[in-house]
Structure formats: structure tokens, C-alpha cells
């Protein structure tokens, strides 16, 4: 995310409502992250071959994977990525080993240059490796660029099941954010070389404001959904791929900045934060075995 917006006396209403409900949650300090060029962290995914690591990135710049601790501790140095380019990275994911990096930024909602970067994990402290592929896609229902209505920036990605799964953030201006989220889908069987691949549309909600990442358990039973407000989270659907539709519960986080999470183990969650121009990028465990269930308004 490259700019920020205040949040409507809606938000804050409804948010204090919910944090006079909600159980304390939060498990332990923000602490800063220890490599100094990971300012603006802006994506989290757990390793698959090397426990306790996790890959994060800037949302623009050097186009890099930093390994680090969930202490914020660096792991090893940086590993630049060949044949990629940063122009606005917002979220990584991890399917096997495999990382998914989604250029998917678009706080104008005028990019025609959308994708997802597929790169082999590399072993912490390699100096480089090259991307696989760069999945191009476009949404079903943009049809202008920019358009009327501002709701094609994405910050959010999670792999589930052969797809990957994108949640956007509505603005009502590019100044200032607005309620509402929707999930697309892109079935990794159907992507096929040199095409743009259309996402297919699953879901959409009212209810939250600036969603900024997305994570989902170990066990693949949640869903959890960063926002600008605090932690969202959502139990997997009965039927189907509507996570925004499923049960869920809400845990309000304090803290400027929310840009990045990722689950430790399925009651721990690792939260990041970019510090909105702060020197330091900063992370924080979140304990959710208490998160209490909340309706959809």
C-alpha cells in the first residue's frame, strides 16, 4: 500500500462496538524487524522447507525475498529474483515449494499489467533465483481504467487447493478508502502460457475496510484477513469457496500500519506492520484461540 486514508465515523463506531466485545487477544510486543532495507513490508508466508522462516518483501523497490524470524530476526541476507520487477508487491503465498508474489498494487485502479509472480522457494541466503512465470490476469468486471468505482486494488493473497484467491481493497477516492472487499479466484490448471487469465468472481462483502493481506491456517480450516482495523477471520465454508460468506470473528489491533500476516500455527498469527513512513517495519504474535464470533452487519 503507498498511501493512506482516514477511516469514516462508520468505522469507527462499529469498530468500538466490536472491541468492547471482543476477548484480549494479543500475545506479545511489536518488535522491529532486524534487515534495515525491509521498510515497507508489505507480505508474509511461512516457509515450507525451513521451519521458523519466513519470506517477506517490500511493496516496491528491489525486486527481493528477505528471510527472516518471526522475532523479526533476519534468517540469512537478502535473495534478489531475476526476471522481476517490483512495480507495487503487496502479498506472497506458498504452495509446496513454490512462492507466489502478487503485483497486484493498483491504487489508481488503472493498471493493465496485473500479475502474479511463481518463483521456486529458494534456500535462505541465496543470492539469487529466477522466476518461473509471471501469471498476467484481469478482472471479469473492470471494463474502464480507471473505473466508476474504485474497487480493484488488491493487497491480499492466499493459495488454496489448486487456486489462488485474491481479496480487494474499495476506495470511495484515491485519497481515501471505502468498505467492501471481493474474492477472485484463479484456478493454477486453467492458467496457459503467454495469456492473460481472467479471475473468476466468488464473493463479496460490505463489511470491512482497506483489507491489506491474507493468510490461511496450517490446517486449512481459517482464513485470516489483515485490514487497516485489525484481524478478521474466517472459518472455511460449508459448501463452496466463499470464505467473505463463512462464519467469522473480529480482533481489533491498535496499530497504524497493518500490512502483512501469516499463521505461526493454527492459534498463532504473525502480524506486520510498514509504519507508514516509520524507519522500521515492525511484527507482533497474536494469540486467536479466544476470538469470538461477530455477525455480519
Known amino acids: 500500500m503507498k498511501r493512506?486514508?482516514?477511516?469514516?465515523?462508520?468505522?469507527i463506531f462499529v469498530l468500538a462496538l466490536l472491541a468492547a466485545s471482543m476477548p484480549a487477544c494479543a500475545d506479545g510486543e511489536w518488535r522491529k524487524v532486524e534487515p534495515k532495507k525491509l521498510t515497507e513490508l508489505s507480505g508474509l508466508a511461512a516457509s515450507g522447507a525451513h521451519s521458523g522462516t519466513h519470506w517477506a518483501h517490500n511493496d516496491d523497490g528491489a525486486a527481493r525475498l528477505f528471510a527472516i524470524r518471526a522475532n523479526g530476526g533476519a534468517a540469512a541476507a537478502p535473495t534478489e529474483i531475476a526476471g522481476a520487477e517490483n512495480e507495487d508487491w503487496e502479498d506472497v503465498t506458498r504452495s509446496g515449494g513454490v512462492l507466489y508474489v502478487a503485483d497486484m498494487g493498483n491504487n489508481a485502479n488503472d493498471r493493465r499489467d496485473l500479475g502474479v509472480y511463481e518463483i521456486p522457494e529458494p534456500t535462505p541466503g541465496t543470492a539469487?533465483?529466477?522466476?518461473?512465470?509471471?501469471i498476467r490476469v484481469r478482472y471479469p468486471d473492470q471494463v474502464s481504467f480507471p473505473p466508476t468505482r474504485l474497487e480493484f486494488d488488491c493487497e491480499a493473497l492466499f493459495f488454496d487447493r489448486g487456486a489462488l484467491?485474491?481479496?480487494?481493497k474499495h476506495r470511495e477516492s484515491q485519497s481515501k478508502f471505502g468498505y467492501g472487499a471481493k474474492l477472485y479466484r484463479l484456478k493454477l490448471a486453467d492458467v496457459r502460457k503467454d495469456e492473460v487469465s481472467e479471475l473468476a468472481l466468488v464473493g463479496s462483502t460490505r463489511d470491512i475496510w482497506a483489507a491489506t493481506d491474507a493468510a490461511l491456517s496450517p490446517s486449512g480450516k481459517r482464513l485470516a484477513l489483515l485490514s487497516l482495523t485489525g484481524i478478521w477471520l474466517f472459518d472455511r465454508p460449508a459448501q463452496g469457496d466463499n470464505w467473505l460468506a463463512s462464519k467469522?470473528?473480529?480482533?481489533?489491533?491498535?496499530?497504524?500500519g497493518l500490512e502483512a500476516i501469516e499463521w505461526i500455527d493454527d492459534t498463532t498469527l504473525l502480524v506486520g506492520t510498514d509504519e507508514n513512513g516509520d524507519s522500521r517495519s515492525k511484527l507482533r504474535r497474536f494469540d486467536v484461540r479466544a476470538a469470538g464470533t461477530v455477525s455480519s452487519n
Open 128 to 134: 539469487q533465483v529466477r522466476a518461473k512465470r509471471f
Open 165 to 168: 484467491y485474491f481479496v480487494t
Open 4 to 11: 493512506v486514508a482516514q477511516r469514516g465515523a462508520r468505522g
Open 248 to 256: 467469522r470473528a473480529f480482533i481489533p489491533a491498535s496499530k497504524r
